[in-house]
């Protein structure tokens, strides 16, 4: 009886004429226990109250309004002028990897298609600094790679992020480092951040300080691994945290931070966790260890979110919306910062989804992925873990195939963010007192005026959130 009254109160909210709140959804969900106990019909009705909700949120936090005001040389207003208002970038960050770009076997003409398909969709990329590739041997790190990689950038308007400058995996924790004393090891490890940081924070502004805090070793356990000593902690076996305290992980984490804020202190330095959606006890053991870091005023500027384990699951809408206003309960933004989901041929995990992961369901979920997350107010980037299915972390992850054509995902994806989510051919005219208003994407606009005699006057303004956004045109 009581889940059918359940089941009751959620049909009634789901064929409620007036939108449901995101509060009053995810309440919803909760009233009908888990998604296994839904029909399908019961999961789609449920899903179209989310993905109508993402849709308001999307107008109303991603979105501002503008007004334009044009004068002649003496100061008077001018109306009934055309104005054309086209966005040209975003401030919202859509990345994906990048350095595939230059790796010495990828043909000169191939690596111009990867940059033009990559600049076709994103404005953002992580680069990686994990200490084991970036620093293979004592004393001689890899910095002209990593420059090649910001020229890079530089060259086609894309925003990097360092990935990542602390980890216990072994790919964080080079074999040279565990032959050293504890104490000189930590003190590498220190310079490194800094030296990191501060050499490079004219061209890198925003890192992730630390990667996988909660589910790997802390750093004291992980300084125990040695090739030379029986029963060395190994990869499996530094994700190994049963025991593993709050306390015990806290320290490294939180000295981490203020190292790198030492360096720069007006550094982007974000934490970051996987599992985070699929596992609620990691998500809250998260929650805890950043918790008790804003307790001690630790300089975390932001929240990453992994949303690529298990990697072959279909997240519902509900777990996906309950994790993100869990973290935004701290105030600080929020980043989707590895996310692929693939075409593999493999069965979807999970109990919202059915089927098989082709390249169309690839598609399905990586908009509604993007949906969700864009229309966070607290979300400010999202970040796709591997652009071709040439060079791929996980198969049939690319948004490209090995020829660097599009795939249906990169199309569905760039009709949300180049068409969707911009603010293009917006064709206005100055009232009478000389004014133009419009709503648009916060990003960077160009705005062209005609004149009187036909001639025109083009600009550039920035849409910003939180910004005054009162422009004005001199003729």
């Known amino acids: 009886m009581k889940n059918l009254i359940a089941f009751g109160v959620a049909l009634l909210l789901l064929w409620s004429t007036e939108p449901a709140s995101a509060q009053q959804v995810q309440n919803t969900a909760?009233?009908?226990?888990?998604?296994?106990?839904?029909?399908?019909?019961?999961?789609?009705?449920?899903?179209?109250?989310?993905?109508?909700?993402?849709?308001?949120?999307?107008?109303?936090y991603r979105k501002g309004e503008a007004q334009l005001t044009v004068t002649d040389a003496a100061g008077k207003v001018l109306r009934n002028l055309k104005v054309e208002v086209n966005q040209l970038t975003q401030d919202f960050l859509f990345g994906n990897l990048s350095e595939e770009v230059l790796r010495p076997n990828l043909k000169p003409e191939e690596a111009l298609k990867f940059t033009e398909m990559f600049k076709g969709l994103f404005n953002f990329t992580e680069l990686t600094v994990k200490w084991s590739p970036y620093e293979g041997q004592q004393g001689k790190p890899e910095w002209q790679k990593l420059q090649e990689?910001?020229?890079?950038?530089?060259?086609?308007?894309?925003?990097?992020k360092g990935h990542t400058l602390g980890w216990t995996h072994t790919a964080g924790t080079p074999r040279w480092l565990l032959k050293l004393p504890a104490d000189q090891a930590t003190d590498l490890y220190r310079a490194r951040i800094q030296n990191l940081v501060a050499g490079f924070k004219d061209q890198i502004t925003m890192w992730d300080v630390v990667n996988e805090p909660v589910t790997t070793v802390p750093w004291e356990r992980a300084l125990k691994d040695s090739q030379n000593v029986k029963g060395e902690i190994n990869e499996g076996t530094r994700y190994n945290v049963k025991g593993v305290t709050l306390e015990e992980t806290i320290p490294w984490v939180e000295n981490s931070y203020r190292w790198a804020h030492q360096a720069d202190s007006a550094g982007d330095f974000i934490i970051n966790e996987f599992y985070v959606i699929a596992r609620p006890e990691v998500r809250e053991k998260y929650y805890q260890l950043i918790?008790?870091?804003?307790?001690?005023?630790?300089?975390?500027?932001?929240?990453?979110?992994?949303?690529?384990?298990?990697?072959?699951?279909?997240?519902?809408?509900?777990?996906?919306?309950?994790?993100?206003?869990?973290?935004?309960?701290?105030?600080?933004?929020?980043?989707?910062t590895e996310f692929i989901p693939q075409s593999s041929g493999k069965a979807i995990t999970g109990s919202w989804r059915e089927g098989t992961w082709t390249e169309e369901t690839q598609a399905d979920f990586a908009e509604q992925f993007y949906t969700l997350a864009f229309s966070h107010p607290a979300m400010v980037s999202i970040h796709w873990w591997g652009f071709s299915d040439r060079m791929i972390w996980l198969k049939g992850g690319g948004l490209v195939d090995r020829e660097f054509n599009p795939k249906p995902v990169y199309n569905r994806l760039k009709k949300l963010i180049k068409d969707d989510w911009m603010t293009k051919n917006q064709s206005l005219s100055t009232d009478k007192n000389g004014r133009a208003r419009f709503r648009g994407f916060y990003g960077r606009y160009q705005v062209v005026v005609t004149k009187p005699d036909g001639s025109q006057s083009t600009r550039e303004f920035h849409l910003q959130e939180n910004g005054a956004n009162q422009w004005s045109i001199s003729l």
């Not at 990689?149 to 990097?160: A, H, I, M, R, S």
């Open 291 to 336: 918790k008790e870091l804003k307790k001690r005023n630790v300089p975390v500027t932001g929240i990453g979110i992994q949303a690529h384990e298990p990697q072959d699951r279909w997240f519902s809408p509900v777990e996906v919306m309950e994790t993100f206003d869990r973290l935004h309960e701290f105030g600080l933004p929020l980043h989707i």
């Open 30 to 60: 909760a009233v009908t226990g888990t998604s296994k106990e839904l029909t399908p019909a019961e999961r789609q009705r449920l899903e179209e109250q989310y993905f109508r909700q993402a849709r308001e949120n999307i107008e109303k």
């Open 149 to 160: 990689k910001l020229d890079w950038c530089k060259q086609n308007g894309v925003t990097p």
